[in-house]
T-cell receptor, first 117, second 114 residues
Framework: GAGVSQSPSNKVTEKGKDVELRCDPI?????LYWYRQRLGQGLEFLIY????????KSGLPSDRFSAERTGESVSTLTIQRTQQEDSAVYLC???????????????FGSGTRLTVV | AQSVTQLGSHVSVSEGALVLLRCNYS??????LFWYVQYPNQGLQLLLK??????LVKGINGFEAEFKKSETSFHLTKPSAHMSDAAEYFC????????????FGAGTTVTVRA
């Protein structure tokens, strides 16, 4: 597609439920990134994919968080047993390949606003 | 480890006045530095980047930033603010060892007064 697409744009869930957030990167972008933006804070790195492997998932806050990617396409971020502190905007970005982000910049999606009640 | 600090969470300027957003970085290796803008309910858009070429970097929408190694700074400026500049601005850093990972500042919200 023309840009990075994320769905849903908004999600309200009850504490303890599982949620899945979806990211469609730009076609041909092999690198994909997930970030979390809490209210009033900067973005926190969660995980990086090169193709369908995740060389760095050091930013995932707990084992309730997991992510996968199908080939060089769609990625899904799953949060199990959601807690109120998981409320945030989850942003996905993609770039042509690792290392090109600093050359060309990363293309970010509009994010999924997750609210846990 | 690399990090950035943005001074001032909110900046208010009059239309036509200078916009100055401050960013200081910490890095043990030559950094790559970025400024992103985020409009309400939108993703982040790259304004400009420094990747060890010219120290004065020009970006989109009339913004520019100067890399000053001696001051470990990468402040963002625009000579004349426009109403459309109202947004949140983020400074970010990465480096050659982890060029895929951006470390962001907390952001500065800019409001423009008519």
């Amino acid at each position: 597609g023309a840009g990075v697409s994320q769905s849903p744009s908004n999600k309200v869930t009850e504490k303890g439920k599982d949620v899945e957030l979806r990211c469609d990167p730009i076609s041909g972008h092999t690198a994909l990134y997930w970030y979390r933006q809490r209210l009033g804070q900067g973005l926190e790195f969660l995980i990086y994919f090169q193709g369908n492997s995740a060389p760095d998932k050091s930013g995932l806050p707990s084992d309730r968080f997991s992510a996968e990617r199908t080939g060089e396409s769609v990625s899904t971020l799953t949060i199990q047993r959601t807690q109120q502190e998981d409320s945030a905007v989850y942003l996905c970005a993609s770039s042509l390949a690792r290392g090109t982000g600093y050359l060309y910049g990363y293309t970010f999606g509009s994010g999924t606003r997750l609210t846990v009640v | 480890a690399q990090s950035v600090t943005q001074l001032g969470s909110h900046v208010s300027v009059s239309e036509g006045a200078l916009v100055l957003l401050r960013c200081n970085y910490s890095s043990s290796v030559p950094p790559y530095l970025f400024w992103y803008v985020q409009y309400p309910n939108q993703g982040l858009q790259l304004l400009l980047k420094y990747t060890s070429a010219a120290t004065l970097v020009k970006g989109i929408n009339g913004f520019e930033a100067e890399f000053k190694k001696s001051e470990t700074s990468f402040h963002l400026t625009k000579p004349s603010a426009h109403m459309s500049d109202a947004a949140e601005y983020f400074c970010a850093v990465s480096g050659p060892l982890n060029d895929y990972k951006l470390s962001f500042g907390a952001g500065t919200t800019v409001t423009v007064r008519a």
